[in-house]
């Protein structure tokens, strides 16, 4: 531990020490709750959803944590493979049923192009397209319409989108200048929506 912070590692069995940390941030959220207008919903989030059943049982009984609202997860559809998208509404209602919580997708992102607007290379885009998704704008806005129907049929209660609005700019990090992210935004490279954004309608 250093400082007093614990070693939370859940890869290496540290479930008990982590669910002491999100219980200590879950009482504090509480309590601020508890003498505020606002009562803040508790999300646990992990990615992909092959990790959600693994995670949750653990975090639930080794670790025990329960004092949550919903179960939250990130779903790319490019990385996230072992879960197809028409898989995704029988997983969600089994996560809701296993738990007892609402569940949520926290990330999710789709390219509307395979091209680039900067030199910094994008996270999406570079890989082979999906038969009935193709990296256009009408596939970005065919997947997440898929999407969102399949977390309605599984009874979840909600998709969020990273992120709309990453387009390139002169903003530089450890890794490049620009946007690694400007094909997956809901705008194009003239800063108009694409018809993704139309994904919620």
Same mark, same amino acid.
């Given at each position: 531990?250093?400082? !007093?912070?614990? +070693?939370?590692?859940?890869?290496?069995?540290?479930?008990?020490?982590?669910?002491?940390?999100?219980?200590?941030?879950?009482?504090?959220? /509480?309590? =601020?709750?508890?003498? @505020?207008? =606002?009562?803040?919903?508790?999300?646990?989030?992990?990615?992909?959803? /092959?990790? =959600?059943?693994?995670?949750?049982?653990?975090?639930?009984?080794?670790? !025990?944590?329960?004092? $949550?609202?919903?179960?939250? &997860?990130?779903?790319?559809?490019?990385?996230? +493979?072992?879960?197809?998208?028409? *898989?995704? @509404?029988?997983? %969600?209602?089994?996560?809701?049923? /296993?738990? @007892?919580?609402?569940?949520?997708?926290?990330?999710?992102?789709?390219?509307?192009?395979? *091209? #680039?607007?900067?030199?910094?290379?994008?996270?999406?885009?570079?890989? +082979?397209? &999906?038969?009935?998704?193709?990296? +256009?704008?009408? !596939?970005?806005?065919?997947?997440? /319409?898929?999407?969102?129907?399949?977390?309605?049929?599984? #009874? !979840?209660?909600? %998709?969020?989108?990273?992120?709309? *609005?990453?387009?390139?700019?002169?903003?530089?990090? @450890?890794?490049?200048? #620009?946007?690694? $992210?400007?094909?997956?935004?809901? $705008?194009? &490279?003239?800063?108009?929506? =694409?018809?993704?954004?139309?994904?919620?309608?």
């Amino acid at each position: 531990a250093k400082d !007093g912070f614990p +070693t939370c590692n859940v890869c290496n069995g540290q479930w008990s020490q982590m669910g002491g940390v999100i219980n200590k941030a879950i009482d504090a959220i /509480k309590n =601020v709750s508890a003498v @505020s207008d =606002v009562k803040t919903k508790i999300i646990l989030h992990v990615a992909d959803p /092959k990790n =959600v059943t693994w995670w949750f049982d653990n975090i639930t009984t080794k670790g !025990g944590v329960s004092n $949550f609202d919903i179960v939250g &997860f990130s779903y790319y559809p490019i990385w996230h +493979t072992t879960i197809a998208i028409d *898989d995704i @509404s029988t997983n %969600v209602a089994t996560f809701k049923s /296993k738990y @007892s919580k609402d569940v949520m997708i926290m990330e999710t992102a789709f390219p509307w192009t395979p *091209d #680039g607007d900067d030199s910094y290379s994008n996270q999406f885009g570079g890989t +082979t397209p &999906f038969p009935s998704y193709p990296f +256009t704008q009408q !596939g970005q806005l065919n997947l997440m /319409k898929k999407l969102v129907q399949e977390m309605k049929d599984g #009874g !979840g209660i909600g %998709v969020i989108v990273w992120e709309p *609005d990453w387009i390139t700019s002169s903003m530089k990090d @450890s890794w490049g200048t #620009g946007s690694s $992210f400007e094909n997956c935004a809901f $705008f194009d &490279f003239e800063g108009n929506t =694409v018809l993704g954004i139309d994904f919620a309608k």
